[in-house]
């Protein structure tokens, strides 16, 4: 069984920084892409930023230029750091990840719990 345990939400003001955790862990065979989205009631789920293994990077255009994804592949583990933040950007924030159980075998994805990131003004 795989599970994504995200960490690192909570509230901060306007112009302040946060930053989220996601570690992946179960059995795993590799992880192809992992990213963040983020979700408020009653809109979809939207995507925040994704990273490839080999490190390619992918930005919703909203936070270019606030937020940083990076990875460490060794500890099957995503980040999100978040700058700049603004109250608009208050949001369940998911972690996901696209893998592989086993070799040669079917992609899946997984999600986590989500984490509540609220920025007052």
């Known amino acids: 069984q795989v599970q994504l345990v995200e960490s690192g939400g909570g509230l901060v003001q306007a112009g302040g920084s946060l930053r989220l955790s996601c570690t992946a862990s179960g059995t795993i065979f590799s992880i192809a892409v992992m990213g963040w989205y983020r979700q408020v009631p009653g809109k979809q789920r939207q995507l925040v930023a994704t990273?490839?293994?080999?490190?390619?990077?992918n930005y919703a255009d909203s936070v270019k230029g606030r937020f940083t994804i990076s990875r460490d592949n060794a500890k099957n583990t995503v980040y999100l750091q978040m700058d700049s933040l603004k109250p608009e950007d208050t949001a369940v924030y998911y972690c996901n990840a696209d893998l592989l159980l086993r070799r040669n075998g079917p992609q899946f994805r997984f999600w986590g719990q989500g984490t509540q990131v609220t920025v007052s003004s």
């Open positions: 990273i490839t293994t080999g490190g390619s990077l």
